[in-house]
């Protein structure tokens, strides 16, 4: 897929981006293409559905008023690198931390680094109940996201420990948020988050029901979370 093509998909969505941003996306493509066919990145086939489906997917929003300039954002479970590292290269006032368990996974993303020229990227290699009790990363960020993790009630106690008071969590779901959002607000709120309405994200051409849901940090999170390793997954906050 060449950068003229990316450029036109860019624009029919109304995603804000810089010149040289197609051609930055491009070589993240190739990249992603290239090693899925050694390792498991994803399995979602095809350039132009690789293409709507991680990438453009990733940077719907910043159509809305959810990112401050400038922000310390961190991608917990980034795996291929969605939503932080598309963030990363449309944005690079952005601070972006990618954490992963996997580090076959940032082996890939430390390519990719290379390849586009990011400067405004951190590596973690961690699990997320792991790092989130970590001085430098606990309560530091003004974003903590998540993209096809894990349910809401999880994804609260895997979030909102890394995000500053005044901060947000952004979770990107499907059609199964209106099934998790009584849940994952109670889990938000033993956490110091309150959810706020989901957005919609739409795509062009895309028959898509996708939204993410902003939580925000309301007060600290209490010392006790997130529990030890695996926890948050058997035993959900607020279910």
């Known amino acids: 897929m060449n950068e003229k093509t990316i450029q036109a998909r860019l624009e029919g969505n109304e995603i804000p981006f810089s010149p040289d941003l197609p051609a930055r996306l491009e070589t993240y ?3 992603l293409q290239r090693w899925n066919e050694k390792m498991d ?3 979602v ?3 132009e559905e690789l293409l709507d489906r991680h990438f453009l997917d990733s940077l719907t929003v910043l159509k809305a008023p959810l990112l401050p300039d400038a922000a310390k954002l961190i991608d917990v479970g980034t795996g291929a690198g969605f939503p932080g590292l598309a963030l990363a290269l449309a944005r690079p006032d952005f601070r972006v931390t990618l954490l992963d368990s996997q580090r076959k996974r940032l082996s890939f993303l430390e390519t ?7 400067e405004n990227v951190t590596l973690v290699h961690a699990r997320a109940e792991d790092a989130a009790r970590q001085p430098a990363l606990r309560e530091q960020f003004d974003i903590a996201c998540a993209r096809a993790v894990a349910p ?14 005044g901060g947000r969590m952004l979770c990107w779901k499907g059609p199964s948020l209106t099934e998790e959002m009584e849940s994952g607000r109670r889990a938000a709120f033993l956490l110091g988050g309150r959810m706020e309405p989901p957005v919609p994200c739409p795509l062009a051409d895309r028959d898509w029901d996708h939204r993410i ?3 925000k940090k309301e007060k600290p999170t209490p010392k006790m979370y997130p529990r030890k390793a695996g926890i948050p997954k058997k035993a959900p906050l607020g279910t």
């Open 29 to 31: 493509l190739d990249l």
């Open 41 to 43: 990145l994803t399995a």
């Open 45 to 47: 086939e095809g350039e």
């Open 112 to 118: 990719v680094i290379r390849e586009t020229g990011a």
């Open 152 to 165: 809401l009630p999880v994804l609260s106690e895997l979030l909102l420990p890394f995000v500053r008071v």
């Open 213 to 215: 849901l902003p939580v």
